[in-house]
């Protein structure tokens, strides 16, 4: 016997009919955001073809309004004398809007203008989803009916009750109407949800359309997805909050990237596993792209990459760039990026003085061998000379301290040379010092924090929605997540259980570590359990930190939190 369950709107997606619109008009002294100003907004918010809501305000340009721009709209000097600045009406316009979906006519138009005053007053714009309605009339009405798509024409196609009239709130209320007009049509086209306005912006083959029923099969839960080729190898592999929804939004929204289009006109299938948490879901993501290398997966491709410093295994070593998944010993990283490894390397021959020459040297130095000018200016103790070995020795243990995590001696050197070329106007190369000492010190908290973290197991808690998340962590691997309502402490001792059969011998990604420690360093962690000692050194890298900062602060290349 079969039994069918009906999917619940959750599990397909929020309906037009559920879905918040805000619809904006503008009025303005001209056509450039840059240039010209808004003289007037309205706004009216609906859900379900009701109007719940209206926002209208004339605003005061800062200027004159052109007379051709009184001709149009009626709009004088003054009646916005008196009216409120765009500093003065944003907020109460931002609040208004909300997490709505904003609908214009020639919305490019609207949207540039209110971007525009957003950055020019300090507020952040919120970046909403945007209908455009003159994009979706050209979908929903003919040529006959509709010879260009002006509001006015519109209007009278869809026998709107407020005529427009070059003022916001009337052509506000206009387009409104309009759009629900235009809904109506639509609908019959497969257009229901808020998840398929996307594919009027940018219209999906019928080829992928077609292939929307792999959602069906989807659970609406957190995890990951793997979508499959013909040979059933991984494509591509993803998480979402609703694996239902992010899936089926491949097929109905339209998708410009060429690779993404690509990949998704080869899948026939999709698998997917529901996990207990958003730490889990990440993880398990990194850990089957490595597993799996899947042709369209970019980020995360190739932990085998990472970049490393280390001395090379020589008599007389010199500072180089190898790249494994792990770092070996004696090595210092993971470094962010290649970039990042040779602004370090120069980093390290300044401050120290290793030798910068990528020449073997023999053992003994060779008869006539003639030093270049960095061991004149003091830089190098030249060890391809006779007579200076010793020197170069005590340069390389010094550097294998600073490898170790023992930095000081780099940001002491370093950080004078920034004041000394800073005193001397020499930003430039001020500039450049800075970064080469702050992917030093990067380098070496991070390694500190990766080495903490694999020298123990715990298990740790946080509140999240009114539910307590667990995770459990062996020397840095993932080992179980959970989540309940109750009974923490006996959740916390099924997940340590768990380290008597974990397999110390798999490698640990070090991308795994770092979302762990994300985690587990965000407010409101508790430890519950900690076998071995998780801690950092109090004269560690770390207490540099104000160079890595500084770098962050004026646009480094540093990573930034993953999005679920």
């Known amino acids: 016997m079969t039994t069918t369950v009906q999917a619940t ?79 003065q009406v944003l907020p109460a316009f931002l609040e208004f809007l909300g997490d709505a979906v904003l609908v214009a006519h020639n919305a490019r138009f609207d949207v540039s203008f209110l971007k525009a005053a957003c950055a020019a007053e300090g507020y ?54 309009v759009l629900h007009g235009m809904l ?10 808020r998840e398929d306005l996307d594919a009027l ?69 999709v698998d997917t596993t529901v996990c207990a948490s958003e730490l889990e879901a990440n993880v398990l993501e990194i850990r089957m792209i490595d597993q799996l290398r899947p042709r369209y997966n970019r ?16 008599r007389h070593p010199r500072l180089a760039l190898s790249k494994a998944a792990q770092g070996g010993e004696g090595w210092m990283g993971p470094m962010r990026s290649g970039s990042d490894a040779r602004a370090a390397i120069v980093a390290l021959q300044d401050a120290l003085g290793v030798r910068t020459c990528t020449t073997r040297l023999t053992i003994e130095p060779r008869a006539h061998a003639r030093a270049c000018i960095l061991k004149d200016t003091g830089r190098c103790a030249a060890p391809c000379v006779g007579g200076t070995a010793v020197g170069y020795d005590d340069t390389i243990a010094l550097t294998r301290d600073v490898l170790a995590g023992d930095v000081s001696p780099v940001v002491e050197a370093l950080s004078a040379a920034v004041a000394s070329y800073a005193q001397r106007l020499e930003y430039e190369r001020a500039k450049e010092v800075r970064d080469g000492l702050s992917a030093v010190v990067d380098a070496a908290t991070r390694q500190a924090r990766l080495r903490s973290l694999t020298a123990c ?15 459990a962590v062996a020397h840095g691997r993932l080992t179980g997540a959970a989540r ?22 798999i490698p640990t990604l070090i991308e795994e570590q770092e979302l762990v420690l994300r985690w587990l360093e965000r407010p409101g962690t508790r430890l519950l359990y900690v076998d071995g000692q998780w801690c950092s050194p109090i004269n560690g890298a770390g207490r540099h930190g104000r160079w890595v900062e500084a770098r962050r602060a004026d646009g480094g290349p540093f990573g930034h939190e993953r999005r679920f």
């Open 201 to 269: 912006r940018n219209p999906v083959p019928s080829s992928l359309r077609r292939k929307a029923i792999m959602a069906h099969k989807v659970p609406s839960k957190p995890g990951v997805y793997v979508f499959r080729g013909p040979q059933g190898e991984a494509l591509y592999v993803g998480t979402s909050r609703n694996l239902r929804s992010r899936v089926k939004s491949y097929f109905t929204r339209g998708e410009t990237r060429r690779a993404v289009r690509e990949m998704l006109e080869l899948a026939v299938d």
């Open 484 to 505: 309940v309502d109750s009974g923490v402490w006996v959740a916390a001792d099924r997940l340590r259980e768990a380290w008597a059969s974990l397999d110390l011998d």
């Open 457 to 471: 197991s715990l298990v740790a808690v946080r509140e999240i929605d009114d539910r307590w998340e667990l995770l």
């Open 184 to 193: 109506e049509r639509l609908a019959a086209f497969g257009i229901t949800h």
């Open 124 to 177: 952040s714009w919120p970046r909403p989803e945007v209908v455009d309605t003159l994009t979706l009339a050209r979908r929903a009405t003919t040529k006959e009916e509709a010879p260009n798509k002006k509001l006015s024409t519109l209007a009278r196609v869809f026998g709107t009750v407020v005529t427009p009239n070059h003022r916001a709130l009337d052509d506000a209320r206009a387009t409104s109407e």
């Open 9 to 87: 709107l959750a599990d397909i997606g929020e309906p037009l009919s559920a879905t918040t619109f805000v619809v904006v008009d503008l009025e303005t002294t001209g056509t450039s955001p840059q240039d010209c100003a808004i003289t007037e907004i309205g706004a009216v918010k609906t859900r379900g073809g009701e109007v719940i809501g209206e926002f209208q305000t004339l605003v005061d340009p800062g200027g004159p309004i052109p007379p051709m721009i009184v001709a149009l709209t009626g709009i004088t000097d003054a009646m916005v004398v008196a009216a409120p600045r765009i500093g």
């Open 299 to 314: 980020r995360s491709a190739r932990p085998e990459r990472a970049a490393w410093v280390r001395l090379t295994d020589e």
